[in-house]
Protein backbone atom coordinates (compact mmCIF):
# COMPACT_ATOMS: atom_id res chain seq x y z
CA UNK A 1 0.00 0.00 0.00
CA UNK A 2 0.96 3.46 -0.58
CA UNK A 3 2.90 5.17 2.48
CA UNK A 4 2.46 8.91 1.67
CA UNK A 5 3.74 9.82 5.41
CA UNK A 6 6.53 8.54 4.92
CA UNK A 7 8.14 11.13 3.33
CA UNK A 8 7.10 13.57 6.13
CA UNK A 9 8.81 11.35 9.07
CA UNK A 10 11.60 14.25 10.51
CA UNK A 11 15.46 13.28 9.68
CA UNK A 12 16.58 10.52 12.45
CA UNK A 13 12.86 8.13 12.33
CA UNK A 14 13.60 5.30 11.02
CA UNK A 15 10.71 3.97 8.81
CA UNK A 16 11.39 0.26 9.65
CA UNK A 17 12.79 -1.14 12.96
CA UNK A 18 14.18 -4.42 13.67
CA UNK A 19 12.24 -4.87 17.20
CA UNK A 20 14.18 -7.08 20.29
CA UNK A 21 12.64 -10.24 20.14
CA UNK A 22 13.22 -9.95 23.95
CA UNK A 23 10.44 -10.59 27.07
CA UNK A 24 9.44 -7.53 28.22
CA UNK A 25 10.43 -7.65 31.61
CA UNK A 26 14.03 -8.14 30.32
CA UNK A 27 14.08 -4.09 29.41
CA UNK A 28 14.39 -3.17 33.63
CA UNK A 29 17.37 -6.07 33.84
CA UNK A 30 18.93 -4.51 30.94
CA UNK A 31 18.34 -0.65 32.52
CA UNK A 32 19.57 -1.91 35.88
CA UNK A 33 22.80 -3.56 34.51
CA UNK A 34 23.45 -0.31 32.50
CA UNK A 35 22.87 2.20 35.14
CA UNK A 36 22.52 0.44 38.53
CA UNK A 37 22.98 3.53 40.54
CA UNK A 38 20.82 5.73 38.49
CA UNK A 39 17.47 7.30 40.37
CA UNK A 40 15.04 4.95 38.92
CA UNK A 41 12.32 6.68 40.96
CA UNK A 42 11.75 9.87 42.98
CA UNK A 43 8.70 9.21 45.04
CA UNK A 44 7.86 10.87 48.08
CA UNK A 45 11.21 12.60 47.84
CA UNK A 46 12.83 9.35 48.28
CA UNK A 47 15.18 8.57 45.46
CA UNK A 48 15.66 4.77 44.14
CA UNK A 49 18.26 3.41 42.12
CA UNK A 50 17.34 1.08 39.10
CA UNK A 51 19.54 -1.89 40.70
CA UNK A 52 17.25 -1.52 43.56
CA UNK A 53 14.43 -1.59 41.30
CA UNK A 54 15.53 -4.55 39.63
CA UNK A 55 16.18 -6.53 42.46
CA UNK A 56 13.16 -5.93 44.21
CA UNK A 57 11.01 -6.87 41.30
CA UNK A 58 13.69 -10.32 41.37
CA UNK A 59 12.49 -11.14 44.88
CA UNK A 60 9.15 -10.75 44.48
CA UNK A 61 9.22 -13.20 41.48
CA UNK A 62 10.95 -15.43 44.18
CA UNK A 63 8.22 -14.68 46.66
CA UNK A 64 5.32 -15.35 44.23
CA UNK A 65 6.73 -18.33 42.57
CA UNK A 66 7.24 -19.69 46.15
CA UNK A 67 3.59 -19.27 47.45
CA UNK A 68 2.68 -20.86 44.01
CA UNK A 69 2.47 -18.10 41.02
CA UNK A 70 3.14 -20.15 37.94
CA UNK A 71 3.24 -19.41 34.23
CA UNK A 72 -0.22 -18.44 32.61
CA UNK A 73 -1.90 -17.47 35.57
CA UNK A 74 -3.50 -13.77 35.61
CA UNK A 75 -2.14 -11.83 38.64
CA UNK A 76 -4.00 -8.83 39.35
CA UNK A 77 -2.19 -5.00 40.60
CA UNK A 78 -4.73 -2.34 42.27
CA UNK A 79 -2.16 0.18 43.01
CA UNK A 80 -1.80 4.41 42.10
CA UNK A 81 1.47 5.22 40.74
CA UNK A 82 3.85 4.00 43.26
CA UNK A 83 7.27 2.12 43.02
CA UNK A 84 5.24 -0.85 43.99
CA UNK A 85 3.47 -1.15 41.06
CA UNK A 86 6.70 -1.19 38.94
CA UNK A 87 8.29 -3.98 41.39
CA UNK A 88 5.10 -6.15 41.02
CA UNK A 89 4.03 -5.67 37.26
CA UNK A 90 8.11 -6.72 36.18
CA UNK A 91 7.75 -9.64 38.72
CA UNK A 92 4.41 -11.23 37.54
CA UNK A 93 6.17 -10.98 34.10
CA UNK A 94 9.55 -12.50 35.11
CA UNK A 95 7.21 -15.60 36.56
CA UNK A 96 5.50 -15.71 32.85
CA UNK A 97 2.62 -14.65 34.61
CA UNK A 98 -0.04 -12.05 32.91
CA UNK A 99 -0.61 -9.07 34.39
CA UNK A 100 -4.14 -7.59 35.21
CA UNK A 101 -4.47 -4.13 35.19
CA UNK A 102 -7.27 -3.21 37.40
CA UNK A 103 -8.22 0.99 38.48
CA UNK A 104 -7.78 1.37 42.14
CA UNK A 105 -11.32 3.55 41.88
CA UNK A 106 -13.17 0.48 40.77
CA UNK A 107 -16.59 -0.24 42.92
CA UNK A 108 -17.21 -3.96 43.96
CA UNK A 109 -20.02 -4.23 40.71
CA UNK A 110 -16.56 -3.68 38.52
CA UNK A 111 -13.97 -5.76 40.23
CA UNK A 112 -16.60 -8.70 40.61
CA UNK A 113 -16.96 -8.62 36.54
CA UNK A 114 -12.84 -8.14 35.92
CA UNK A 115 -11.84 -10.35 38.27
CA UNK A 116 -14.39 -13.14 37.33
CA UNK A 117 -13.39 -12.42 33.16
CA UNK A 118 -9.54 -12.42 33.94
CA UNK A 119 -9.75 -15.42 36.08
CA UNK A 120 -6.98 -13.58 38.40
CA UNK A 121 -6.83 -16.04 41.72
CA UNK A 122 -3.86 -13.38 43.13
CA UNK A 123 -4.08 -9.45 43.39
CA UNK A 124 -1.40 -7.26 44.55
CA UNK A 125 -3.13 -4.35 46.14
CA UNK A 126 -3.42 -1.12 48.66
CA UNK A 127 -4.23 -1.85 51.90
CA UNK A 128 -7.26 0.92 51.86
CA UNK A 129 -8.36 -1.22 49.08
CA UNK A 130 -8.97 -4.31 51.28
CA UNK A 131 -12.38 -4.39 52.51
CA UNK A 132 -13.70 -3.67 48.86
CA UNK A 133 -11.78 -6.93 47.46
CA UNK A 134 -12.64 -8.98 50.45
CA UNK A 135 -16.43 -8.05 49.90
CA UNK A 136 -15.73 -9.81 46.18
CA UNK A 137 -13.37 -13.04 46.96
CA UNK A 138 -15.96 -15.25 47.63
CA UNK A 139 -17.30 -14.50 44.34
CA UNK A 140 -14.16 -14.24 42.34
CA UNK A 141 -11.72 -16.92 41.34
CA UNK A 142 -9.71 -14.40 44.06
CA UNK A 143 -7.87 -16.58 46.17
CA UNK A 144 -4.47 -14.32 47.89
CA UNK A 145 -4.86 -10.50 48.36
CA UNK A 146 -1.40 -9.27 48.62
CA UNK A 147 -1.73 -5.88 50.78
CA UNK A 148 1.32 -3.01 50.26
CA UNK A 149 1.21 0.73 51.73
CA UNK A 150 2.03 3.17 49.14
CA UNK A 151 5.29 4.74 51.48
CA UNK A 152 6.47 1.39 52.13
CA UNK A 153 9.67 1.91 50.22
CA UNK A 154 9.73 5.66 51.37
CA UNK A 155 10.14 3.97 54.89
CA UNK A 156 12.24 1.19 54.89
CA UNK A 157 10.28 -0.89 56.94
CA UNK A 158 7.76 -3.25 56.63
CA UNK A 159 3.84 -2.65 56.11
CA UNK A 160 1.54 -1.49 58.49
CA UNK A 161 -0.63 -4.08 59.33
CA UNK A 162 -4.57 -2.86 59.79
CA UNK A 163 -6.88 -5.64 60.99
CA UNK A 164 -5.83 -8.21 57.86
CA UNK A 165 -3.20 -10.00 58.76
CA UNK A 166 -4.07 -13.65 59.98
CA UNK A 167 -6.94 -13.79 57.32
CA UNK A 168 -6.48 -16.99 54.99
CA UNK A 169 -5.46 -15.84 51.42
CA UNK A 170 -3.68 -12.22 52.75
CA UNK A 171 -0.49 -12.03 52.71
CA UNK A 172 2.15 -8.63 53.02
CA UNK A 173 4.01 -7.55 50.02
CA UNK A 174 7.13 -6.91 52.09
CA UNK A 175 7.11 -10.26 53.85
CA UNK A 176 7.05 -11.79 50.24
CA UNK A 177 9.99 -9.80 49.45
CA UNK A 178 11.83 -10.75 52.39
CA UNK A 179 10.60 -14.65 51.58
CA UNK A 180 12.25 -13.74 48.15
CA UNK A 181 15.91 -12.91 49.44
CA UNK A 182 16.26 -16.63 50.25
CA UNK A 183 16.35 -18.16 46.89
CA UNK A 184 16.38 -17.10 43.18
CA UNK A 185 13.53 -16.57 40.68
CA UNK A 186 13.19 -19.57 38.97
CA UNK A 187 14.36 -19.15 35.21
CA UNK A 188 10.70 -19.47 33.28
CA UNK A 189 10.96 -19.71 29.21
CA UNK A 190 9.47 -16.84 28.32
CA UNK A 191 8.55 -16.21 24.36
CA UNK A 192 7.99 -12.99 23.15
CA UNK A 193 4.47 -13.52 21.50
CA UNK A 194 3.29 -14.65 24.41
CA UNK A 195 0.36 -12.61 26.30
CA UNK A 196 2.12 -10.16 28.96
CA UNK A 197 -0.86 -8.12 29.82
CA UNK A 198 -4.71 -8.31 29.84
CA UNK A 199 -5.83 -4.59 29.40
CA UNK A 200 -9.54 -4.26 30.11
CA UNK A 201 -11.22 -1.52 27.77
CA UNK A 202 -13.06 1.43 29.04
CA UNK A 203 -16.49 0.01 28.72
CA UNK A 204 -18.15 2.22 27.01
CA UNK A 205 -20.32 -0.13 24.08
CA UNK A 206 -21.06 -2.84 26.65
CA UNK A 207 -19.26 -4.94 28.84
CA UNK A 208 -15.28 -4.45 29.26
CA UNK A 209 -13.05 -6.44 27.06
CA UNK A 210 -9.45 -7.60 28.03
CA UNK A 211 -6.68 -6.88 25.06
CA UNK A 212 -4.26 -9.99 25.26
CA UNK A 213 -1.21 -7.93 24.43
CA UNK A 214 2.09 -9.67 24.34
CA UNK A 215 5.52 -8.83 25.32
CA UNK A 216 6.43 -8.41 21.57
CA UNK A 217 3.27 -6.01 20.91
CA UNK A 218 4.25 -3.21 24.28
CA UNK A 219 7.92 -3.78 23.07
CA UNK A 220 7.21 -2.69 19.93
CA UNK A 221 5.55 0.17 21.16
CA UNK A 222 8.06 1.22 23.35
CA UNK A 223 10.75 0.96 21.03
CA UNK A 224 8.13 2.96 18.42
CA UNK A 225 7.24 5.66 20.89
CA UNK A 226 11.42 6.05 21.51
CA UNK A 227 12.21 6.13 17.96
CA UNK A 228 9.56 8.82 17.43
CA UNK A 229 11.71 11.30 20.14
CA UNK A 230 14.72 12.08 18.16
CA UNK A 231 17.61 13.61 20.47
CA UNK A 232 16.35 11.33 23.65
CA UNK A 233 19.27 10.19 25.41
CA UNK A 234 19.62 6.90 27.30
CA UNK A 235 20.29 7.66 30.85
CA UNK A 236 19.73 11.34 30.99
CA UNK A 237 16.40 12.04 30.68
CA UNK A 238 13.65 12.57 33.31
CA UNK A 239 10.00 11.68 33.16
CA UNK A 240 7.22 12.98 35.16
CA UNK A 241 4.66 10.38 35.54
CA UNK A 242 1.47 11.22 36.68
CA UNK A 243 -0.29 9.39 34.29
CA UNK A 244 -1.71 6.33 36.08
CA UNK A 245 0.19 3.43 35.37
CA UNK A 246 -2.84 0.68 35.16
CA UNK A 247 -3.70 2.76 32.11
CA UNK A 248 -2.00 1.68 28.96
CA UNK A 249 -1.22 5.51 28.40
CA UNK A 250 0.66 5.66 30.81
CA UNK A 251 2.09 2.32 31.49
CA UNK A 252 3.58 2.35 27.81
CA UNK A 253 4.80 5.84 27.26
CA UNK A 254 5.51 7.06 31.39
CA UNK A 255 6.54 3.24 32.85
CA UNK A 256 8.32 1.21 30.26
CA UNK A 257 9.17 4.24 28.14
CA UNK A 258 11.04 5.56 30.65
CA UNK A 259 12.65 2.35 31.46
CA UNK A 260 13.59 1.10 28.29
CA UNK A 261 15.35 5.14 27.75
CA UNK A 262 16.80 5.08 31.53
CA UNK A 263 15.20 7.82 32.76
CA UNK A 264 14.51 8.94 36.15
CA UNK A 265 10.70 8.65 36.62
CA UNK A 266 9.17 11.52 38.75
CA UNK A 267 6.17 9.39 40.11
CA UNK A 268 3.26 10.92 41.38
CA UNK A 269 0.37 9.26 42.58
CA UNK A 270 -2.53 10.89 41.10
CA UNK A 271 -2.74 14.32 39.18
CA UNK A 272 -3.34 17.59 41.41
CA UNK A 273 -2.16 20.58 39.58
CA UNK A 274 -0.17 22.39 42.76
CA UNK A 275 1.38 18.96 43.73
CA UNK A 276 2.10 18.62 39.51
CA UNK A 277 4.03 22.34 39.33
CA UNK A 278 5.41 21.38 42.73
CA UNK A 279 7.40 18.40 41.23
CA UNK A 280 8.15 19.96 38.07
CA UNK A 281 9.92 22.81 39.97
CA UNK A 282 11.53 21.04 41.86
CA UNK A 283 12.57 17.81 39.95
CA UNK A 284 12.56 19.74 36.36
CA UNK A 285 11.41 17.07 34.35
CA UNK A 286 12.38 16.65 30.78
CA UNK A 287 9.24 14.96 29.57
CA UNK A 288 5.44 15.13 30.49
CA UNK A 289 3.10 12.68 28.50
CA UNK A 290 -0.14 14.00 29.71
CA UNK A 291 -3.97 14.62 29.03
CA UNK A 292 -5.50 18.16 27.32
CA UNK A 293 -7.42 18.47 30.83
CA UNK A 294 -3.88 18.24 32.23
CA UNK A 295 -2.10 21.00 30.51
CA UNK A 296 -5.58 23.22 30.49
CA UNK A 297 -5.22 22.90 34.22
CA UNK A 298 -1.63 24.02 34.47
CA UNK A 299 -2.06 26.99 32.39
CA UNK A 300 -4.88 28.38 33.72
CA UNK A 301 -3.42 27.85 37.30
CA UNK A 302 -3.38 31.17 38.82
CA UNK A 303 0.47 31.25 39.80
CA UNK A 304 1.93 28.92 37.26
CA UNK A 305 4.02 31.51 36.59
CA UNK A 306 5.86 31.70 39.75
CA UNK A 307 6.97 27.85 38.60
CA UNK A 308 10.14 27.10 36.81
CA UNK A 309 8.49 24.75 34.05
CA UNK A 310 11.29 25.23 31.33
CA UNK A 311 12.77 21.80 31.96
CA UNK A 312 10.08 20.51 29.72
CA UNK A 313 11.52 19.73 26.48
CA UNK A 314 9.16 17.14 24.87
CA UNK A 315 5.31 16.57 25.76
CA UNK A 316 2.92 13.72 24.47
CA UNK A 317 -0.99 14.56 24.56
CA UNK A 318 -3.78 11.67 24.09
CA UNK A 319 -6.33 9.81 25.22
CA UNK A 320 -8.50 12.86 23.85
CA UNK A 321 -8.62 15.91 21.70
CA UNK A 322 -6.09 18.78 22.36
CA UNK A 323 -7.89 21.67 22.17
CA UNK A 324 -5.64 23.73 19.70
CA UNK A 325 -5.72 27.02 21.50
CA UNK A 326 -4.73 25.63 25.00
CA UNK A 327 -1.63 23.48 23.16
CA UNK A 328 -0.43 26.90 22.30
CA UNK A 329 -0.84 28.45 25.37
CA UNK A 330 1.02 25.63 27.28
CA UNK A 331 4.47 25.56 24.82
CA UNK A 332 4.18 29.41 25.06
CA UNK A 333 4.68 29.10 28.48
CA UNK A 334 6.99 26.36 28.83
CA UNK A 335 9.24 26.29 25.58
CA UNK A 336 8.26 22.59 24.87
CA UNK A 337 6.73 21.16 22.54
CA UNK A 338 3.59 18.96 22.61
CA UNK A 339 3.16 16.05 20.04
CA UNK A 340 -0.79 15.56 19.78
CA UNK A 341 -1.17 12.06 18.96
CA UNK A 342 -3.36 8.60 18.82
CA UNK A 343 -4.21 5.27 20.39
CA UNK A 344 -6.12 2.92 21.79
CA UNK A 345 -6.31 -0.07 24.22
CA UNK A 346 -5.98 -2.40 21.10
CA UNK A 347 -2.59 -1.21 19.98
CA UNK A 348 -0.66 -0.98 22.96
CA UNK A 349 -1.53 1.95 22.91
CA UNK A 350 -0.01 4.28 20.44
CA UNK A 351 -0.72 4.71 16.44
CA UNK A 352 -0.01 8.01 15.93
CA UNK A 353 1.64 11.35 16.58
CA UNK A 354 2.88 14.44 15.09
CA UNK A 355 6.85 14.58 14.08
CA UNK A 356 8.37 16.89 17.27
CA UNK A 357 10.91 18.71 15.03
CA UNK A 358 9.27 17.87 11.30
CA UNK A 359 6.19 18.98 9.74
CA UNK A 360 3.54 19.62 12.36
CA UNK A 361 -0.11 19.55 11.76
CA UNK A 362 -1.79 20.70 14.94
CA UNK A 363 -4.92 19.79 15.58
CA UNK A 364 -4.48 16.51 13.08
CA UNK A 365 -2.72 13.07 15.06
CA UNK A 366 0.15 13.36 12.70
CA UNK A 367 1.69 10.18 11.17
CA UNK A 368 1.47 6.16 11.98
CA UNK A 369 4.09 5.08 13.85
CA UNK A 370 7.12 3.06 12.10
CA UNK A 371 5.97 -0.10 10.95
CA UNK A 372 2.40 1.07 11.29
CA UNK A 373 -0.08 1.09 8.32
CA UNK A 374 -3.14 2.93 8.65
CA UNK A 375 -6.27 3.59 6.05
CA UNK A 376 -9.77 4.61 5.97
CA UNK A 377 -12.38 2.58 5.03
CA UNK A 378 -16.27 3.45 4.60
CA UNK A 379 -18.55 3.43 7.44
CA UNK A 380 -21.57 1.42 5.81
CA UNK A 381 -19.41 -2.22 5.23
CA UNK A 382 -15.62 -1.21 6.67
CA UNK A 383 -14.43 -2.71 3.50
CA UNK A 384 -13.91 -0.04 0.96
CA UNK A 385 -10.69 1.98 1.01
CA UNK A 386 -11.44 5.30 0.57
CA UNK A 387 -8.92 8.43 -0.52
CA UNK A 388 -7.73 11.36 0.88
CA UNK A 389 -10.10 14.08 2.17
CA UNK A 390 -13.01 11.44 2.86
CA UNK A 391 -14.34 10.62 6.05
CA UNK A 392 -14.27 7.09 7.36
CA UNK A 393 -13.28 4.60 9.89
CA UNK A 394 -9.41 4.19 10.91
CA UNK A 395 -7.94 0.88 10.67
CA UNK A 396 -4.50 0.14 11.72
CA UNK A 397 -2.13 -2.71 11.50
CA UNK A 398 1.20 -2.81 13.12
CA UNK A 399 3.12 -4.83 15.74
CA UNK A 400 1.54 -3.35 18.22
CA UNK A 401 -1.80 -4.38 17.79
CA UNK A 402 -3.17 -7.09 20.18
CA UNK A 403 -3.89 -10.36 19.68
CA UNK A 404 -7.63 -10.46 20.27
CA UNK A 405 -10.11 -9.96 23.22
CA UNK A 406 -9.56 -12.43 26.09
CA UNK A 407 -12.47 -15.18 25.85
CA UNK A 408 -14.33 -13.18 23.15
CA UNK A 409 -14.25 -14.45 19.74
CA UNK A 410 -16.84 -13.11 18.52
CA UNK A 411 -15.95 -9.39 19.47
CA UNK A 412 -12.65 -10.27 18.33
CA UNK A 413 -13.74 -11.49 14.41
CA UNK A 414 -15.78 -7.93 14.56
CA UNK A 415 -12.51 -6.09 15.52
CA UNK A 416 -9.66 -7.82 13.62
CA UNK A 417 -10.21 -8.17 10.28
CA UNK A 418 -7.97 -9.45 7.80
CA UNK A 419 -5.22 -8.44 10.06
CA UNK A 420 -6.69 -4.69 10.41
CA UNK A 421 -8.01 -3.45 13.93
CA UNK A 422 -10.90 -1.63 13.16
CA UNK A 423 -10.95 1.39 15.77
CA UNK A 424 -14.72 2.63 16.00
CA UNK A 425 -13.23 6.36 15.11
CA UNK A 426 -14.43 8.20 12.39
CA UNK A 427 -11.14 9.79 10.99
CA UNK A 428 -9.86 11.41 7.61
CA UNK A 429 -6.36 11.17 5.71
CA UNK A 430 -5.08 14.26 3.73
CA UNK A 431 -2.51 14.16 0.57
CA UNK A 432 0.57 13.80 2.40
CA UNK A 433 -0.45 10.66 4.91
CA UNK A 434 -1.85 13.33 8.03
CA UNK A 435 -4.41 11.74 10.01
CA UNK A 436 -7.12 13.76 11.67
CA UNK A 437 -10.05 12.22 13.82
CA UNK A 438 -13.56 13.53 13.36
CA UNK A 439 -14.85 11.77 15.90
CA UNK A 440 -16.00 8.75 17.23
CA UNK A 441 -18.62 6.88 15.15
CA UNK A 442 -20.96 6.46 18.65
CA UNK A 443 -20.88 9.90 19.20
CA UNK A 444 -21.88 11.44 15.87
CA UNK A 445 -25.15 13.44 16.48
CA UNK A 446 -27.34 13.57 13.12
CA UNK A 447 -29.08 16.86 13.93
CA UNK A 448 -32.21 16.50 10.51
CA UNK A 449 -30.22 14.51 8.80
CA UNK A 450 -26.79 16.82 9.02
CA UNK A 451 -23.77 14.72 10.61
CA UNK A 452 -22.34 16.95 13.56
CA UNK A 453 -19.22 16.31 15.18
CA UNK A 454 -19.05 17.18 18.51
CA UNK A 455 -14.97 17.93 18.65
CA UNK A 456 -15.65 20.39 15.85
CA UNK A 457 -18.07 22.04 18.06
CA UNK A 458 -15.79 21.85 21.19
CA UNK A 459 -12.78 23.12 19.60
CA UNK A 460 -15.08 26.57 18.61
CA UNK A 461 -15.75 26.95 22.54
CA UNK A 462 -12.31 26.43 23.50
CA UNK A 463 -12.17 29.27 21.67
CA UNK A 464 -14.26 31.43 23.91
CA UNK A 465 -11.57 33.22 26.41
CA UNK A 466 -14.68 32.85 29.65
CA UNK A 467 -14.69 28.73 28.82
CA UNK A 468 -12.09 26.65 30.86
CA UNK A 469 -13.85 23.03 29.54
CA UNK A 470 -16.36 22.00 27.49
CA UNK A 471 -18.30 18.95 26.22
CA UNK A 472 -20.63 18.65 23.51
CA UNK A 473 -23.42 15.73 23.40
CA UNK A 474 -26.44 14.93 21.05
CA UNK A 475 -29.92 14.77 22.74
CA UNK A 476 -33.49 14.11 22.14
CA UNK A 477 -35.27 16.41 20.05
CA UNK A 478 -38.68 16.22 18.88
CA UNK A 479 -37.99 18.05 15.35
CA UNK A 480 -34.45 16.94 14.37
CA UNK A 481 -34.06 13.95 16.20
CA UNK A 482 -31.20 15.16 18.02
CA UNK A 483 -29.87 18.24 18.68
CA UNK A 484 -26.92 19.67 19.92
CA UNK A 485 -26.07 19.92 24.21
CA UNK A 486 -22.71 22.42 25.25
CA UNK A 487 -21.44 21.15 29.27
CA UNK A 488 -19.64 23.97 30.05
CA UNK A 489 -17.41 25.03 32.67
CA UNK A 490 -15.95 28.83 33.07
CA UNK A 491 -13.27 29.65 33.94
CA UNK A 492 -12.37 30.92 38.16
CA UNK A 493 -14.19 34.51 38.30
CA UNK A 494 -16.18 34.41 34.91
CA UNK A 495 -19.74 34.84 33.85
CA UNK A 496 -21.54 34.08 30.87
CA UNK A 497 -25.19 33.12 30.05
CA UNK A 498 -26.38 30.17 27.86
CA UNK A 499 -27.65 32.99 25.44
CA UNK A 500 -23.57 34.64 25.14
CA UNK A 501 -22.86 31.22 24.45
CA UNK A 502 -24.69 30.24 21.96
CA UNK A 503 -24.10 33.18 19.76
CA UNK A 504 -20.74 32.78 20.04
CA UNK A 505 -21.11 29.30 18.56
CA UNK A 506 -23.37 31.13 15.62
CA UNK A 507 -20.46 33.28 14.81
CA UNK A 508 -18.09 30.38 14.46
CA UNK A 509 -19.90 27.50 13.06
CA UNK A 510 -22.59 26.53 10.52
CA UNK A 511 -26.80 26.54 11.95
CA UNK A 512 -27.10 23.47 12.26
CA UNK A 513 -24.00 22.44 14.65
CA UNK A 514 -24.82 25.26 17.27
CA UNK A 515 -25.68 24.25 20.59
CA UNK A 516 -29.10 25.07 21.53
CA UNK A 517 -28.82 23.94 25.15
CA UNK A 518 -26.42 24.91 27.61
CA UNK A 519 -25.55 23.81 30.68
CA UNK A 520 -22.80 25.44 33.21
CA UNK A 521 -20.96 23.01 35.57
CA UNK A 522 -18.57 23.31 38.45
CA UNK A 523 -16.94 20.64 36.63
CA UNK A 524 -16.86 18.22 34.07
CA UNK A 525 -17.26 13.85 35.31
CA UNK A 526 -13.38 12.56 34.14
CA UNK A 527 -11.80 9.41 33.78
CA UNK A 528 -8.76 8.62 36.11
CA UNK A 529 -6.56 10.13 33.43
CA UNK A 530 -8.60 13.10 32.99
CA UNK A 531 -10.64 12.20 29.74
CA UNK A 532 -14.23 13.55 29.71
CA UNK A 533 -16.78 11.08 30.55
CA UNK A 534 -19.33 11.52 27.87
CA UNK A 535 -20.78 8.33 29.09
CA UNK A 536 -22.01 9.36 32.04
CA UNK A 537 -23.33 13.30 30.68
CA UNK A 538 -25.17 10.62 28.33
CA UNK A 539 -26.47 8.21 31.34
CA UNK A 540 -27.53 11.83 33.96
CA UNK A 541 -29.33 13.09 30.72
CA UNK A 542 -31.34 9.82 29.74
CA UNK A 543 -32.09 10.19 33.36
CA UNK A 544 -33.59 13.61 32.94
CA UNK A 545 -36.07 12.26 30.39
CA UNK A 546 -36.90 8.70 32.41
CA UNK A 547 -40.81 8.80 33.41
Request: aromatic share 8%; glycine share 10%; with cysteine.
Amino acid sequence: MERPWLKFYEEGVPHHIDYPRIPLYQVLEDTAKDFPDLDGVIFQGKRIPYGDLAGWARNLASGLHQMGIKKGQRVAIMLPNCPQYIVAYYAILRLGGVVVNVNPMYVERELEFQLGDAGAGTIVAARDLFPRLEAVKGKTPLKNIILTDLDEHVRGEGGREQGAKGRQGVLEYAELLNKGRSQDPPVVSVDPDEVALLQYTGGTTGFSKGAMLTHYNLISNVVQCVSWNVGAERGKERMLAVLPFFHVYGMTVTMNEAIYLAATIILLPRFQVDDCLEAINLYQPTRFPGVPTMYIAIINHPKVKEYNISSIKVCSSGSAPMPVEALKKFEELTGGKISEGYGLTEASPVTHANPFSGKRKIGSIGLPRPDTDAKIVDLETGERDLPPGEEGELCIRGPQVMRGYWNRPEDTAKSLRDGWLHTGDIARMDEEGYFSIVDRKKDMIICGGYNVYPREVEEVLYLNPKILEASVLGVPDPYRGETVKAFVVLKPGQKATAEEIIEFCRQNLARFKVPTLVEFRDELPKSHVGKVLKKILREEEGSKRSP
